[in-house]
């Protein structure tokens, strides 16, 4: 009788991540790039499992990738675009900064608790390289290097951090408190 067991995402993710972070590196040009886009796609595959079955979870996987790798780039381009040529120093600090309205104010201040909160639940270990990886944008093998782990220990760290930041995003989601889907702690805008 022919074993109908589908593998895991992670048996698979393990099997293929070599081949996933070659493709993504030759897309971004960037090994650290790529090590972060897949571990990232990993995650949001791993989330999407939990809403639904996922009947083919390898391409969904390697499209989930592509689509990152693009939104990374896309964003790259738009960073690029920002520069103004004959800007002064001055000119730029004439620019008001607009002000958010009371009540973003206090949904922001409510995100931030909860996540506060989510970050409190780690070990001073996995803030660390949270902090290290989204915030400096060092990639898993400097992070390894500076904290005199392995990139493996680095790896399982983010990933247990990440999900705790993504189950308090999915909380907020289903309470009505929208997250942005604009840059913040769990994007890195640089590579």
Do not use: W
Not at 74 to 87: I, K, N, P, Y
Not at 134 to 158: F, N, P, W, Y
């Amino acid at each position: 009788m022919a074993d109908t067991a589908k593998p895991s995402l992670d048996a698979l993710f393990m099997g293929h991540r070599s081949t996933l972070v070659r493709l993504l590196s030759r897309m971004v040009g960037s090994a650290a790039t790529a090590e972060d886009l897949a571990h990232e796609a990993y995650l949001k595959v791993r989330a999407a499992e939990r809403d639904r079955p996922v009947d083919h979870p390898l391409p969904f996987l390697f499209q989930t990738a592509r689509n990152l790798a693009f939104d990374h780039l896309r964003r790259e381009r738009r960073l690029a675009g920002v520069v103004v040529q004959d800007t002064t120093v001055e000119g730029v600090e004439e620019v008001a900064a607009p002000l958010p309205s009371p009540e973003t104010q206090a949904g922001d201040r409510q995100r931030l608790a909860r996540m506060n909160a989510a970050l409190a639940t780690l070990s001073e270990r996995q803030r660390r390289i949270l902090l290290l990886n989204r915030m400096e944008g060092l990639s898993h093998a400097e992070i390894a290097e500076r904290l005199d782990v392995s990139v493996s220990t680095v790896q399982k760290d983010l990933k247990a951090a990440l999900l705790a930041c993504l189950e308090v995003f999915a909380r907020l989601d289903r309470e009505g408190l929208r997250v942005s889907a604009g840059p913040n702690v769990l994007q890195r805008d640089k590579p």
